[in-house]
C-alpha cells in the first residue's frame, strides 16, 4: 500500500542544532548496522523507516558494508526511499561512511583516497541518490597520511557527493588533527559519531564531548543502548529473536554476572522515573546539550515508538544522576577501541 507521511510528524521530536552548523538533526536517529541486510525481510524494515519517519526521526544512517551481506543495507534503504520517500528527500539527511574492509584487495578499507572516493560512489550507486548530506570517515587509519584522508573528504564534498563531513571513533588528538586540516580547506566538517552509553563511557575518559563542544563540532552518539543491553530484554537470559543470539557484534562475554546485576540495578532506577530502561538510556546520552543526537537501532516497529517516548522525560536530577553513576560502569563491550586508541 502506497505510504503517506503523517501530517503531524514533527509535532513532538526535538530537533537540535549540529554543532554551530545550519544543521538540525533529530535527537533520535535511525541507523542501520543490523537488521536491514538480506537475513531480514524488507516488509520490517519499510515499517521500520515509515514509523521512523512518522515520529519525526529525519536521519538515517548507513555505512558501505551495512548488512549482511556488506551493500545490502543501502540497496534496501535505496528501495525504501525510491518506493515510500520519493518526494520527501529534501526533508532527510541521509548519511554513509566508508573505513571498514568492503572488498578484496589493497583498496577496499581504510582511509585512501583511493578508496573513500570510490566506496562514495559505490554508496550511491546503491542508495539510488545523487549525494548523501553526510559522509564519514569511518575510522582513523593509521597507514595513511591523515592530510590525504581529509582531502578525500573535502573532494567528496567540492564533487557534489556530499554536503557535509563527519569523522567516527577518532580519539580526541586525532579529531584535534583532523579539524586543524579540515578548517585549513574550508570542509564543512560539522559532526562526530562515536560509541556511547551508561556501559560504555570511553568519551567521557578521553575528554571527547568536551573537545567537540569546544570546537563547535556537533556529536551523534552511536548504540545508546549498548546493542540492546540497556533493555529489560536480557534481564532473564537471553531471548531467541535478540542479537545476542545472533553470533554477531553482540558477544556472550558481554552478558557477564557483572554488567546484567548492573543493568538490573539500572532498570530498578528507570521504573522509578517512569521509563523502560530504553528510554532511560536514551535520556541519559542526552543529558547534555554536547550531545546532538542519540543514534539508535531498531528490529521491531515498536522499538522505535519505546525509544521515541524517551523524549518525554530528558531530565535528571542530580540524586538520580549519582545512583546512576554507581552502575553505569564500563562494562568492556567497546568493540571500536581499537580505532579509538590509535
Ligand atoms: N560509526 C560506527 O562505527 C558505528 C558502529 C556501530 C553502530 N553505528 C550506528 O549506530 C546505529 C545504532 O547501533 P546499535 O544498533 O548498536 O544501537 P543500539 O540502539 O544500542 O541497539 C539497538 C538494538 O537494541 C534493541 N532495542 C532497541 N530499542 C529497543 C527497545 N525500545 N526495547 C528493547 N530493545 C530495543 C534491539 O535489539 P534486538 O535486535 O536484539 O531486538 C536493537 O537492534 C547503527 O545502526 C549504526 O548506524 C555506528
Given at each position: 500500500m502506497d505510504y503517506q507521511p503523517l501530517d503531524h510528524r514533527y509535532d513532538k521530536m526535538i530537533y537540535r542544532r549540529c554543532g554551530q552548523s545550519g544543521l538540525h538533526l533529530p535527537a533520535i536517529s535511525l541507523g542501520m548496522w543490523h537488521n536491514f541486510g538480506d537475513d531480514h525481510p524488507h516488509s520490517n524494515k519499510q515499517a521500520i523507516c515509515r514509523k521512523a519517519f512518522d515520529l519525526g526521526i529525519t536521519h538515517f544512517d548507513l555505512a558501505n558494508n551495512y548488512g549482511p551481506p556488506p551493500g545490502s543495507a543501502e540497496l534496501a534503504f535505496g528501495r525504501i526511499?525510491?518506493?515510500d520517500f520519493r518526494g520527501y528527500r529534501d526533508e532527510m539527511i541521509i548519511s554513509s561512511k566508508a573505513g571498514y574492509n568492503m572488498w578484496p584487495g589493497p583498496y577496499g578499507e581504510w582511509g585512501s583516497r583511493k578508496y573513500l572516493i570510490s566506496s562514495c560512489d559505490q554508496s550511491l550507486?546503491?542508495?539510488g541518490l545523487d549525494y548523501v548530506d553526510i559522509f564519514y570517515s569511518h575510522r582513523f587509519d593509521p597507514n595513511t597520511p591523515l592530510e590525504e584522508t581529509m582531502e578525500?573528504?573535502?573532494h567528496i564534498v567540492r564533487s557534489g557527493r556530499?554536503?557535509?563531513?563527519?569523522?567516527?571513533?577518532y580519539n580526541t588528538q586525532r579529531t584535534r588533527e583532523a579539524y586543524k586540516i579540515?578548517?585549513?580547506?574550508?570542509?564543512p566538517f560539522i559532526i562526530h559519531q562515536p560509541s556511547y552509553s551508561m556501559l560504555?563511557?570511553?568519551?567521557?575518559?578521553d575528554n571527547l564531548l568536551d573537545t567537540l563542544d569546544?570546537?563547535?563540532?556537533?556529536s551523534i552518539v552511536f548504540s545508546p543502548l549498548a546493542q540492546g543491553m540497556l533493555t529489560q530484554k536480557y534481564l532473564g537470559g537471553i531471548p531467541e529473536d535478540s542479537r545476542a543470539n545472533q553470533n554477531k557484534s553482540l558477544r556472550p562475554q558481554f552478558l557477564s554476572e557483572e554488567n546484567i546485576e548492573n543493568i538490573r540495578q539500572l532498570n530498578r532506577i528507570a521504573e522509578s522515573r517512569g521509563?523502560?530502561?530504553a528510554q532511560m538510556a536514551i535520556a541519559w546520552v542526552l543529558r547534555s546539550e554536547k550531545v546532538t543526537s542519540a543514534l539508535i537501532g531498531a528490529s521491531k516497529v515498536s522499538q522505535v515508538e519505546d525509544c521515541v517516548a524517551a523524549l518525554s522525560n530528558l531530565t535528571f536530577t542530580q540524586d538520580e544522576l549519582k545512583e546512576i553513576d554507581r552502575y553505569a560502569k564500563d562494562g568492556d563491550i567497546n568493540i571500536w577501541t581499537q580505532s579509538a586508541e590509535l
Open positions: 526511499l525510491k518506493e550507486k546503491r542508495l578525500a573528504l573535502d556530499a554536503l557535509y563531513v563527519g569523522i567516527s571513533s579540515l578548517k585549513r580547506l574550508g570542509t560504555n563511557r570511553w568519551v567521557e575518559k569546544d570546537l563547535r563540532i556537533g521509563q523502560s530502561l
